[in-house]
C-alpha cells in the first residue's frame, strides 16, 4: 500500500441551547458536495488546531469562537482513497455573533440521536456515537 498524505483537518460540534448540534451540507462543486458535516476546515501550516477551528468558523459561519471555549472530544481517522484524514473534533457550546451560512452552504441544527439520518462522508459518521453520550 503506497503511503498516503496526512491531511489534518478540525470540526467542531457546535451545541445550541437545546443541546442540538449544527451540521452544513457541503455545497455543489466540493468534493463530497451534497453531504453533511461538522463545519471546520483544514490546518494551514503553523496553525494549531484551535486556531484553524476559530478562523474556519468564522469564515464559514461568521461566529467569534474564545479558544477557551473549544473542548476536544474525539477524533476520527480515515483512510480516503488519495490521502489519509486526522481529524480531531471539538465541542463549543459559546461564541459570539449569529450562525450564518457564508459559504453557500445548507444548515441543520439536529439532535445528536438524529445525526445518523443525514448522509455524511465516511470519516464523520464514527464521530456521532460520541455525540449521543454526550449529548443524550
Avoid at 490546518?43 to 468564522?58: A, D, K, M, N, W
Avoid at 471555549?69 to 476520527?76: G, R
Amino acid at each position: 500500500m503506497a503511503d498516503l498524505k496526512l491531511t489534518l483537518v478540525v470540526a467542531c460540534a457546535l451545541v445550541d441551547a437545546d443541546k442540538r448540534v449544527l451540521i452544513a451540507q457541503r455545497p455543489e462543486g466540493k468534493t463530497l458536495a451534497g453531504l453533511w458535516e461538522f463545519p471546520g476546515g483544514k490546518c494551514e501550516p503553523g496553525e494549531r488546531p484551535e486556531q484553524s477551528l476559530i478562523r474556519e468558523l468564522h469564515e464559514e459561519l461568521g461566529i467569534t469562537v474564545a479558544e477557551p471555549c473549544l473542548a476536544p472530544l474525539t477524533f476520527a481517522s480515515y483512510g480516503y482513497e488519495t490521502f489519509h484524514l486526522l481529524m480531531p473534533l471539538f465541542i463549543c457550546r459559546r461564541w459570539e455573533g449569529q450562525v450564518t451560512p457564508r459559504e453557500g452552504q445548507a444548515l441543520a441544527w439536529v439532535r445528536a440521536n438524529k445525526l445518523r439520518d443525514y448522509p455524511m462522508p465516511p470519516a464523520d459518521i464514527p464521530l456521532i456515537p460520541h455525540l449521543i453520550d454526550l449529548l443524550m
